[in-house]
Structures are given as structure tokens and as C-alpha cells.
């Protein structure tokens, strides 16, 4: 008899298996409860700027209907170039050093794989817990996750002795998400450094997702690991529309990466991600040209951020992090039960549903993301609920 799943590779046989998890359990609930579990701005509220609306009719009327070049529309990436100059003084040319993506969730697979060698199993140290894409994607394509353990105590920060400890001579490459999701740690400049250091002693390719570069909190200012001595020549940066600009939607994300890595991925872009919609394009044009809104997005996350450790600080047996940016808490929930345990008793008594730690290897956790919602109070009340509902938790009244 067929055997499709004999067929497949085995690294990708077990995503055919049925999964009894929190994912499946949170997938068969759609529309349901209140949804605290997408890292999507403001969902499911209309927040795109007229302006960029207008950018969106003006490109369907005209070109729209059309290619762009399959590493993006020309003025777009050199609008990137100018933002990374901006924003973090790195010195690129958006013809030389951009690649513009239909999101960035692709990129990880786009950005690794030209970097593992066939036939000796290459090594990819990420620290933990990170986004799933950073330790889940490297064994899809021959590649070994080699996670190194961040701790609450620490804040998350990245102990480096860790990473000195898991070093071997298949390691070729470090990944890292900075924020980071789910932690909501912001790296500083010293730890970015150290982290620079190692990389550069054990001569490593690093690779750096900024996707919520646009969302750091005041007091945690944001460095890109690129702009460090001799780290721009083996760096490739991930940015996104989707986090700061709110503009999931869209899918239009875009790589940055030094000249040699940027022609190798301009020419094999056609082959991993096709051409982004020139439609989205004409519309994150006309956002990165305008941004000023994404300041008001900043200050409303800074916002929530504190009105929810204030109702964190009265939960009784749940500990966190205060996140540095992100707009997303990382909580410790572990007294109550596994994450897929309080994920389900969260649905039936509070109405809902935050995303269980185990996405991030992590049963201990829950991440409730505060971004959802365009109205404060609306996105507020949800947490009361989940706050509430822990209160009176069996456990508590025992
Ligand atoms: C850390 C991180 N990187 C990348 C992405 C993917 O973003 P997109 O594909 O929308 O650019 C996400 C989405 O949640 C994320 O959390």
C-alpha cells in the first residue's frame, strides 16, 4: 500500500502526525473565545493609516496587477536602507544589501540553508526560549538546533558561558530575535557585544530577527549587533511591517545582509520566496516614507505593559518578567499546572485564549500577547478576566 509519509523526509514526518497539543487544541477553537494569542497589532481591528490605504488603491488602479523583481520593488528597498541608516547608523545600499520578502516567517529557511553543509550535520545555537522558527526550522533542512538555556533570573539575558559551553566544530551559525518573543527581553549593547565576540572567535555566521524592532520600550534602547566591530561582514538582519507598523497583513518583511550573502540571496530569492505582492509593497512604501503612527502604536504597548503588571503583581502564583518590548508577557504559570492545562481552564472561565509556552518549548509558560484589540480598556478587560479566573482557581481555594 502508499506510504506518503515513507516518502517524506524524515525530519518532516512528524508534522504529519496527529498532535494532541496546545496548538491543535487552540486551532479548533477559532472565533470562540477573546484571541490574546496572535502577535498581530491590534487584531481583528481595522488600524491601517489612510495614507497607506490610499498607497494600496493608488498601486491596485495603476501597476498592481503586476511582478515586481523577485527581491522586491527598487524604491522599497531603498527605503529600507534608508531606515537602517536611521535607525542604527549601518551603512547599506538597498540594491547591494536588501532583499525585500513576502513576510519574514520565510526567511529563516531562505537565510540558513545556503549555510549548512550537506553530509556534516551543521549546528545552530539559539538561546531559549526563542521563537519557534529559530530551533525549529535548522532540522528541516539538515540542520541541528542546539538550544542554550536564558534564565528568569537573568531577566533572559544571554549568558555567554552558556553559549562557550555548546560550541562545537559544526557550529556555523547563532540565531536570535531581539526583542525577543516570547520573553520580551530587549539585548543590550554589552550583552550584544559579548554575544559579538563569541561569534566572531568561533568565526560564525549570525543571523538577528528584528521583527518587533519598532515596539522597545523607553529605557531599553534597541542596538542592531550588525553596527558592532566586525560583525557586519557575517551578519544578516531580519525586519517586518508586520509588528511595528501593524501591518501583518501585508506580508512584507525584508533582509539586510552584507554584500557577498545579499548576491547569493538576491539570486536564489526567486527560487525560496517567488516575488512579494507588489500591491503590500506599494502600501509598506507609502507606511516607511509616513511612519509617525508607529510612535502612538509604541506608547499605547508601553501603556498596556504597565496596567498589566500592576494586575500580574495581584495574581496570586504567577511570576514574570517585565517585558523591555514586544507587546507580549511571558508568564510563569507553572503552580497552576502545564501550559496546555491553564491554556484550556483559561477558555472555559475567563472566555480566553493565550498561547501555551510548550510553541516555545516551554510547558511552564503562557504568553499572553496585549496587542490585540484596538481599544485599551477592551484589551485590559480580557486580562481582568484571566486574572480573575486564576483567583479562583480550584488550587487557590483548596
Ligand atoms: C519573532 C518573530 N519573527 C518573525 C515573525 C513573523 O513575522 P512576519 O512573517 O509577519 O514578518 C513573528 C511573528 O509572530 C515573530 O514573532
Same mark, same amino acid.
Given at each position: 500500500m502508499f506510504n506518503a509519509i515513507e516518502k517524506m523526509n524524515p525530519a518532516f514526518r512528524p508534522f504529519a502526525a496527529p498532535a494532541g497539543d496546545v496548538m491543535t487544541f487552540q486551532m479548533g477553537l477559532k472565533g470562540r473565545p477573546a484571541e490574546? *494569542?496572535?502577535? $498581530? %497589532?491590534?487584531? %481583528?481591528d481595522d488600524c491601517i493609516p489612510e495614507h497607506v490605504k490610499q498607497a494600496v488603491i493608488d498601486c491596485l488602479n495603476t501597476t498592481g496587477g503586476h511582478y515586481t523583481f523577485p527581491t522586491g520593488d527598487n524604491d522599497l528597498r531603498v527605503e529600507v536602507a534608508k531606515r537602517a541608516k536611521k535607525l542604527y547608523g549601518l551603512e547599506i545600499d538597498g540594491y547591494k544589501n536588501v532583499v525585500i520578502s513576502p !513576510?519574514? $516567517? *520565510? /526567511?529563516f529557511a531562505f537565510t540558513m540553508r545556503p549555510f549548512f553543509t550537506d553530509g556534516e550535520a551543521s549546528e545552530v545555537m539559539m538561546p531559549m526560549p526563542s521563537y519557534a522558527h529559530n530551533f525549529v526550522v535548522p532540522p528541516l533542512f539538515g540542520g541541528i538546533s542546539v538550544g542554550v538555556p536564558t534564565y528568569a533570573e537573568d531577566g533572559f539575558d544571554l549568558r555567554i558561558e552558556e553559549f562557550e559551553k555548546r560550541v562545537t566544530p559544526r557550529t556555523k551559525m547563532v540565531v536570535i530575535t531581539n526583542p525577543n518573543n516570547p520573553t520580551g527581553t530587549v539585548y543590550s549593547r554589552e550583552t550584544l557585544q559579548k554575544l559579538a565576540d563569541f561569534v566572531i572567535q568561533h568565526d560564525l555566521i549570525m543571523v538577528v530577527d528584528q521583527a518587533f524592532e519598532d515596539t522597545v520600550y523607553d529605557g531599553s534602547p534597541m542596538t *542592531?549587533?550588525?553596527? /558592532? %566591530? &566586525?560583525m557586519q561582514e557575517r551578519t544578516i538582519v531580519f525586519g517586518s511591517l508586520s509588528k511595528g507598523f501593524a501591518m501583518? !497583513?501585508?506580508r512584507v518583511a525584508y533582509v539586510i545582509a552584507p554584500e557577498e550573502i545579499a548576491r547569493m540571496l538576491q539570486s536564489i530569492s526567486v527560487f525560496f /520566496?517567488?516575488? %512579494?505582492n507588489t500591491i503590500a509593497q506599494a502600501g509598506a512604501l507609502a507606511a516607511l516614507r509616513n511612519d509617525g503612527f508607529i510612535e502612538e502604536y509604541r506608547q499605547e504597548y508601553m501603556a498596556r505593559a504597565k496596567a498589566i503588571a500592576a494586575m500580574l503583581d495581584e495574581t496570586p502564583h504567577v511570576s514574570y518578567v517585565m517585558p523591555q518590548? &514586544?507587546?507580549f508577557f511571558w508568564i510563569n504559570t507553572s503552580w497552576y499546572g502545564t501550559d496546555q492545562e491553564v491554556v484550556e481552564y483559561l477558555v472555559q472561565e475567563a472566555g480566553v485564549l493565550v498561547s501555551g509556552g510548550s510553541m516555545c518549548a516551554d510547558s511552564d509558560h503562557i504568553r499572553l500577547i496585549f496587542g490585540a484589540l484596538k481599544d485599551r480598556e477592551a484589551c485590559l478587560n480580557n486580562v481582568r478576566k484571566i486574572v480573575e479566573a486564576l483567583k479562583r482557581h480550584p488550587k487557590n481555594n483548596a
Open positions: 490574546m *494569542n496572535w502577535a $498581530d %497589532p491590534f487584531r %481583528p !513576510g519574514s $516567517d *520565510n /526567511l *542592531n549587533i550588525a553596527t /558592532l %566591530p &566586525g501583518c !497583513g501585508f /520566496l517567488g516575488a %512579494p518590548g &514586544g507587546f
